[in-house]
């Protein structure tokens, strides 16, 4: 299971520490999920995720105001009680002295921000969503091709570097090298990135390793990309009807639960691999627009 460090979450969306002398170290939010504690606050604990990280907006602050001394002590121990990760209290409001008292008893960090309820959970759900995924490191290339983001696999020496290299210099931007980090953000969306160690690099044999960023421009990289296709590269074995002449035959590769669609590439002398590879990308966004273009050749002749 991931973790998101609560020193990043402070350090990332710059919040006020309400009690500074509670270390942060080796605190961390496992959830990616976020709670306004309304209906806690009002004593239903039924089914309470007491792991997710709290958050006091305008609505949960107005009905702490609403109630007497005695309650809402009450009401902000008992949520305390749960020994919650840390709570938030959004739009600069200020922080009731019962807060700060059962932080300290209970060790709780307790922040603020500046920010509005809405755009701060927005924000937090969607970093969290992006720290706490699943992962998975792949083997390949990944390249920002006209927008699509396209994985490039294969056996060791079958070209995959070279043919990023060749895309590079034909204005597309690198991502990863080598070692392609991927993670499932949502049920239709993966995020490919590279290592930090070999960011922007790329090996190639008979001459070592490359800095791209340093060679093409920035405009030549690109930190992450959403995962679109992937392109297998394979030696051709000679045979006609190995491979789909028409374009009917979908293949999708199985990432993290995620089907995604894959083109497997026969490379042999001749073969311009890095132009395949765009027509390849531009056919997949045509796809997604509506267009299929095989599918219509069909029709015309009756298959």
């Not at 044999?205 to 590269?233: C, H, W």
């Not at 026969?266 to 095989?294: D, F, H, L, Y």
Request: charged share 30%; net charge neutral.
């Amino acid at each position: 299971m991931y973790s998101a460090e609560l020193k990043k979450i402070v350090e990332v969306f710059e919040l006020e520490s309400v009690l500074p002398e509670l270390s942060l170290e080796g605190r961390s939010v496992l959830r990616r999920e976020i709670n306004r504690p309304a209906l806690q606050l009002a004593g239903f604990y039924e089914r309470f995720d007491s792991d997710r990280l709290q958050v006091i907006g305008r609505v949960e602050y107005s009905y702490l105001l609403s109630l007497n001394d005695e309650d809402r002590k009450n009401a902000i121990r008992h949520l305390f009680q749960y020994h919650i990760p840390c709570l938030v209290v959004c739009k600069n409001l200020e922080i009731f002295p019962e807060m700060v008292e059962y932080g300290r008893e209970y060790s709780i960090p307790i922040f603020r921000t500046a920010q509005n309820t809405t755009d701060f959970t927005a924000e937090l759900i969607f970093w969290l969503r992006e720290e706490l995924a699943d992962r998975v490191m792949m083997h390949g290339v990944l390249v920002d091709i006209y927008g699509e983001g396209v994985l490039i696999t294969g056996a060791s020496g079958i070209g995959k570097s070279e043919t990023a290299l060749e895309l590079i210099k034909r204005g597309h931007r690198l991502i990863a090298d080598d070692a392609v980090e991927i993670k499932r953000i949502a049920d239709r969306r993966l995020i490919g990135s590279c290592p930090e160690i070999i960011r922007y690099l790329i090996e190639l044999r008979g001459i070592g390793i490359l800095n791209v960023k340093e060679l093409f421009g920035v405009g030549s990289v690109k930190d992450q990309k959403t995962v679109d296709l992937v392109i297998k590269l394979e030696v051709w074995d000679g045979k006609a009807d190995s491979y789909d002449r028409l374009g009917l035959n979908e293949e999708y590769m199985d990432i993290l639960g995620n089907k995604v669609q894959l083109n497997t590439i026969p490379v042999r002398p001749g073969r311009n691999v890095a132009m395949i590879c765009e027509s390849a990308a531009m056919t997949n966004r045509q796809k997604k627009m509506g267009k299929n273009t095989a599918q219509d050749f069909a029709n015309r002749i009756g298959k």
